[in-house]
């Protein structure tokens, strides 16, 4: 390979899709966006697969009630993170900014309005809806499904572990706030059927 080919294949994606816009050489950009779409869905999808792993580890060494509590402390340190971000945002700002991080599932969602909330539908779940389609909790080296009926699996006999850290979203509140982020409405066939978010709307906005 040549040095030029080297060097380019170091170079971040984007940085090479925006030169071929700018130089006005759409067949290049078209095919550098695919190729940035293909890098982040298959990292996107190691990191699914990795911390479903390290939950199903867990839960098949110490237990369920101790991955629970492994994904609690997880979704509530994110929610502290994103904390700052809704302090005094409004609903535009607040469903916004939400989506946006549903689309780095890389799927197609469905942004409605409510009277008194918003809804996010995924039509398929881009992460935990597509590893159940992707037959990750089946064979040999399926991942752990937490036995229910109980609040983490929403009152069902059992959930795939990876979905179970929806229920600890609906209760995590970010520090400063008063309520969780959203609410997730999981749906009745996983991976089959559209799963929702909720985003209520503050009472100002709804007056208004």
């Known amino acids: ?41 298959s990292m996107h999808d190691l990191y699914r697969n990795w911390i479903t792993g390290l939950a199903s580890f867990i839960a098949r060494r110490d237990g369920d009630e101790v991955a629970a509590e492994a994904l609690r402390e997880t979704v509530q340190r994110f929610t502290d993170e994103i904390g700052p971000i809704y302090d005094g945002a409004s609903d535009r700002e607040r469903i916004t900014f939400l989506a946006a991080g549903i689309r780095g599932h890389l799927q197609e969602v469905e942004v409605r309005e409510e009277a008194g909330y918003y809804e996010i539908v995924a039509p398929v779940c881009g992460s935990g809806g597509r590893l159940i389609n992707d037959g990750g909790y089946e064979g040999d080296d399926a991942f ?26 609906n209760q995590a509140i970010p520090a400063g706030q008063d309520r969780p982020l959203f609410e997730t409405i999981p749906a009745e066939d996983l991976g089959h059927m559209p799963c929702r978010l909720r985003v209520h709307k503050t009472v100002t906005d709804i007056d208004a």
């Open 144 to 169: 752990h499904s937490i036995e229910g009926p109980s609040p983490v699996t929403f009152g069902r006999a059992e959930i795939p572990i990876y979905c179970a850290h929806c229920h600890f979203q």
């Open 1 to 41: 390979m040549t040095d030029p080919e080297l060097a380019a294949m170091g170079r971040r994606t984007v940085d090479l899709l925006q030169e071929a816009l700018d130089e006005g050489d759409v067949a290049t950009a078209r095919r550098l966006a695919r190729r940035m779409y293909g890098e982040f869905s």
